[in-house]
C-alpha cells in the first residue's frame, strides 16, 4: 500500500442502498462508511445478501433503476451519485474499472480479443488503428498472453479460461484506472491459476498504485492478496481491519462464524481408509483413453487412467484446467464415448453398451453440477425439479414420487413447502441442495459431483459439505468429486486421483497423498492452494516462488 497518500482512491461515506420492489423495500446496503487508498488492497467479505456486490456495483453506476441511493460514493474526488450518465460511462475504464467473475460472459464470443481491446482505446478517443492495435499487444503482455502479436487475432474460446481472466484484467486496466474492482476474480480457476491471477493483481496494483476493492468468499485468497479487510452482514459493515487482525483474532461473532466455516487442509484429520477385501466396485476404469474429434484430428483429453470405486467409498479428483478430471466425468455420464481401455458401471462396460441398455445402467447414476441455476429448468416449480427423473425413467405413480420428493428434501434440510417454489426463489445453497436431492431420486449407486461448492460462499459451503457427508453414510453411494479445492477433497475423499495433462501423476489414500505427496506436481498443488493465514499464507507464496525460480 501506498503509505504517502493524502487521499482515498475510493471512499464510501455513509452509504445505503434501498431496492423498492413489489413485496416491500429491501435495504440491501445500510450506512456503511469504507475508504480504499492508492495501492492498497482492501477485501470484501461476507454471505450472498450481505451488500457486498451492491457496495460494489454503487461504486459502478450499474445499479437497478429501482435502487434507491443515499450517502457517497467518490473515486478519487468525482462523486458518484448523482453523477449523470455520460459522465458516469466515461470515468467507467478511464477511472475505475471492474474484474467479474466469470470472463466468458464478461468477453463478445463473436468477437476477436483485438476488437475487443482496441474497441476501448477508440471509444475514449485514446488510440485508433495501429496505435490501438499495438497498445492492445502490450496490454497482453503485460499480463501474461504468450505470443500476444499471434494471438490478440483469435476468438475468446481459444483460450484457456485462466488466459480469459487475463484478457478481462487487461481490458480493466487499458486506460490506467485508479480503482480496480476485482468482483470473485479467481472463483472457477484452479489453484495454481489462481495463484498466478493473485500475483497478477499483486504486481498490476504496485506499478500502477491503483486501489483495488476485491469482492470474495475465498479467505485464502483474501490472506493472500489483502492489506485490510471489512466483513458485511446483512447489509451492514460488522468489522474492518488489518488482514493480520481479522483473519486471525476476529471480534465480531459473525467474523468468527465465518473464518470456522472455511474448509481447510488439515493433518490432524486422517480420512476413512477404504476396506481391504469384500469392497463392492461399483466403477472401475482401466487403461482408460478418452478423445475429442476435431477437423480431420482428434485430441487425447484422458490416457491410460485406471482406477476403482466401491460402494461408501469417495475418489477426489484432482488437477489443473485441462488436466482431464471432467473429462472423466463426462465419460461416466455417457457425455463422451470412450476411446480406449474400459470403463464398468457395476460390471457392465459402459462403451458398449447401447440405447435401452446404457439408459437403464445410467438411471443408477445421479450427479450434481457446479452451478445449480443453470442445471434446474427456470419454467418449473421444485417439486417438478426433483421428481423429473422418476418421470422419465417411469418409476412409481405420481403419489409416491411427491412422497419421494418429500422425503429428499427432509434428507437435504429443506422445508417442505419448497415444493411450491420456483428456482429463482432460492438461494444458491437452497438450489445446490434441491439438486442433489433430484441427484438423488433414483437411488444411484454412484454420484458425480463436479465442483458442486465452488460457486457458493462458505458458511454455505460448509453446510452442503456436512449434508454431503451425512447423506453419502446414510445411502452409501459410491462418489466421485471434481474439485480444485484440495481442502474440499480433504473433508469429503477417501481416495484422490491427481491428474495432469490426461495423465494420472499420482493416486492414493487422501491422508497420504495430501500429507505424504510423492510427486512435485501433488506438491506444487499444494502450495498453490490457499490458507486462511495471512503469515503462513506469505511463507507459501515465498516458498512457490523460490521453486518457480529455480525451475
Known sequence: MSMTATRSALKFTDLSVTFLTGSGDVNAVKGISLEVAPGEVVAVVGESGSGKSVTSLAAMGLLAENAIVRGSVAVGETEVIGLPNERMRKLRASEIAMI?????????????????????????????????????IELLRTVGIPEPERRIKQFPHQFSGGQRQRIVIAMAIALDPKVIIADEPTTALDVTVQAEILDLLRRLKDERDAGILLITHNMGVVADIADRVAVMYRGDLVEVGRVEDVLTRPQHPYTKKLLAA?????????????????????????????????????????????????????LGIVGESGSGKSTIARAVLGLMPVAGGSLSLGGKDLAKLRGRKAKDVRRDIGVVFQDPAASLDPRFPIGDCIIEPMAIHRVGTKAE????????????????????????????????????????????????????????????????????????????????????????????????????????????????????????????????SPVPDPIEQRRRREERRAALGAS
Not at 483485438?114 to 497498445?135: C, S
Not at 487442509?265 to 476435431?294: I, M, N, S
Request: charged content about 30%; aromatic content about 6%; glycine content about 6%.
Open 100 to 136: 467479474f467473475q466469470e470472463p466468458m460472459t464478461a468477453l463478445n464470443p463473436v468477437l476477436t480479443i483485438e476488437r475487443q481491446l482496441t474497441e476501448i482505446f477508440e471509444l475514449h478517443d485514446v488510440a485508433y488503428g495501429e496505435d490501438a492495435r499495438d497498445r492492445s
Open 401 to 528: 414420487r411427491l412422497d419421494r420428493a418429500r422425503e429428499l428434501l427432509d434428507a437435504v434440510r429443506l422445508p417442505r413447502d419448497v415444493l411450491e417454489r420456483y428456482p429463482h426463489e432460492l438461494s444458491g445453497g437452497q438450489r445446490q441442495r434441491v439438486s442433489i436431492a433430484r441427484a438423488l431420486t433414483l437411488r444411484p449407486k454412484l454420484f458425480v459431483a463436479d465442483e458442486p461448492t465452488s460457486a457458493l460462499d462458505v458458511s454455505v459451503q460448509a453446510a452442503v459439505l456436512d449434508m454431503l457427508k451425512e447423506l453419502q453414510e446414510t445411502y452409501s453411494f459410491a462418489c466421485i468429486l471434481v474439485s480444485h479445492d484440495l481442502a474440499v477433497v480433504d473433508q469429503l475423499s477417501d481416495q484422490i486421483l491427481v491428474l495432469k495433462s490426461g495423465r494420472t501423476v499420482e493416486q492414493g489414500p487422501t491422508s497420504r497423498v495430501l500429507l505424504q505427496p510423492h510427486e512435485a506436481y501433488t506438491r506444487e498443488l499444494l502450495a498453490a
Open 262 to 314: 472455511v474448509p481447510r487442509l488439515d493433518p490432524e484429520l486422517t480420512a476413512r481408509a477404504a476396506t481391504g477385501g469384500g469392497r463392492d466396485v461399483v466403477l472401475e476404469a482401466k487403461g482408460l483413453v478418452l478423445e475429442y474429434a476435431g477437423r480431420g484430428k482428434t485430441f487425447r483429453a484422458v490416457e491410460d487412467v485406471s482406477f476403482d470405486l466401491a460402494a461408501g467409498e469417495v
